[in-house]
């Protein structure tokens, strides 16, 4: 049996909340591209362009924070079983961050192709 309590939204929000507190205090990768979605959100509003470019423009943009988010949950699951330099450990933490670079890599050539086709 897993040791898990009951459902609760307003626990699991708060817990939720909490993890993006505490990727805003020690993740400094998320607090950049954090800072680039609140610079390219409005750019998203303001662009002529139909709704489907437009929401595949803000999927690629939280992906870019839902892939760091991941990649951050790696690494301390790594760290918290060996802290020691580990073959594996390393290929878990690479592939975490291959995460965030396809989802970079994602975001920018969805945005220079939609851009481009505004242009």
């Given at each position: 049996?897993?040791?898990?309590?009951?459902?609760?939204?307003?626990?699991?929000?708060?817990?939720?909340?909490n993890g993006?507190k505490?990727?805003?205090k020690?993740?400094?990768?998320?607090?950049?591209?954090?800072?680039?979605?609140?610079?390219?959100?409005?750019?998203?509003v303001l662009?002529?362009?139909?709704?489907?470019?437009?929401?595949?423009?803000?999927?690629?943009?939280?992906?870019?924070?839902?892939?760091?988010?991941i990649?951050?949950?790696?690494?301390?699951?790594?760290d918290?079983v060996?802290?020691?330099?580990n073959?594996?450990?390393?290929?878990?933490?690479?592939?975490?961050?291959?995460?965030?670079?396809?989802?970079?890599?994602?975001?920018?050539v969805?945005w220079?192709?939609?851009?481009?086709?505004?242009?």
């Amino acid at each position: 049996m897993r040791n898990q309590p009951k459902y609760n939204f307003f626990k699991n929000t708060s817990y939720a909340l909490n993890g993006l507190k505490d990727l805003l205090k020690t993740e400094t990768s998320f607090k950049i591209e954090l800072v680039v979605t609140a610079l390219l959100l409005p750019v998203i509003v303001l662009i002529d362009a139909i709704l489907v470019y437009k929401i595949l423009m803000f999927i690629t943009l939280m992906g870019m924070l839902i892939a760091e988010s991941i990649n951050s949950a790696i690494e301390r699951v790594v760290d918290l079983v060996t802290l020691e330099h580990n073959e594996m450990a390393g290929r878990a933490k690479d592939i975490g961050s291959s995460i965030v670079f396809l989802s970079i890599a994602l975001f920018v050539v969805t945005w220079l192709t939609i851009l481009a086709e505004l242009v």
